[in-house]
């Protein structure tokens, strides 16, 4: 079952004649993780902000098109109405969390939805609980890590228990391996909630073995879109200028020199057992 169908989409920004957009056909299952990815300025974010609602009704522009995220029209409902059904987290944690302790940054949604006090409680437990930050709910987000802020960040947004959580970038300032993590709990949740993940990202080695399936944007198109295995061994993103993950790119080369692993990997360890199986042949 689709829970985002896109539909002829195109967009322009007020203050620009070019569109940022060009017709834009996608449809994403219930349940899905969706890794959005291509060059700088291809139009990730613009489409992240259309499945949230921020455009039309912030950013304004020209929108063509139409955008069904659960069965509602974005056009036609409002960003706080959205709001209940995605889940938007930021490049830049700090850009959301600014209460003075992280229990009351989650607390901040929930209390505009106006949930009973009982309610509200058992959310922020639960979404503490599953984003594995008991330690730190009496801090301050300005006391924590980047990754720490960024699990906080999460946890805001999954207390509101959106259908669809729409992430732009947040690895950006993280280190390799608190990024690796971080793609692993969003993957859990992904898993454990049959929760929608959108995630644009450019650390595709990093993240290639989380995701079902890869959508890649140039110049405000879709130009490529299937599983890792499938995306990242085509010719047509080699020339688009993404990171490649360095297991394809090796397995590429080995295949070069006569040695053929059967299937583009996705992993080191996939990579590891592959080659095991040629060795014993």
Not at 90 to 96: D, G, K, R, S
Not at 159 to 188: C, N
Not at 238 to 246: A, H, S, V
Request: with cysteine; glycine share 6%.
């Amino acid at each position: 079952m689709n829970i985002v169908e896109i539909k002829d989409l195109s967009y322009s920004y007020s203050a620009s004649e070019a569109q940022t957009l060009k017709n834009v056909n996608l449809t994403i299952e219930r349940g899905s993780f969706v890794t959005l990815t291509g060059p700088s300025g291809c139009g990730k974010t613009t489409l992240c902000r259309c499945i949230n609602g921020l455009i039309p009704h912030f950013y304004g522009g020209e929108m063509k098109g139409e955008i069904l995220v659960s069965g509602m029209s974005v056009r036609d409902h409002e960003i706080r109405e959205l709001a209940k059904h995605v889940g938007f987290v930021f490049q830049n944690p700090e850009n959301q969390l600014f209460a003075l302790s992280i229990e009351k940054d989650i607390a901040f949604g929930l209390e505009n939805l106006a949930l009973p006090r009982e309610e509200l409680r058992k959310r922020v437990e639960w979404a503490i609980e599953m984003t594995g930050i008991k330690d730190l709910r009496e801090r301050a987000p300005y006391e924590l890590s980047g990754g720490q802020q960024q699990r906080v960040a999460i946890a805001c947004v999954l207390a509101m228990k959106p259908e669809v959580m729409v992430l732009d970038e947040p690895t950006s300032f993280l280190d390799p391996m608190v990024a690796t993590r971080l793609f692993q709990l969003i993957s859990q949740l992904n898993k454990e909630l049959n929760l929608t993940i959108i995630l644009v990202e450019h650390r595709l080695d990093l993240l290639c073995q989380y995701t079902d399936r890869v959508i890649v944007m140039d110049d405000g198109e879709v130009r490529l879109d299937g599983t890792p295995r499938d995306v990242f061994s085509s010719e047509e993103a080699k020339l688009l200028g993404i990171g490649i993950p360095k297991v394809i790119r090796l397995y590429k080369e080995l295949k070069k020199h006569g040695v053929d692993l059967r299937h583009p990997p996705i992993s080191v360890e996939d990579f590891v057992q592959s080659l095991r199986e040629v060795l014993k042949k």
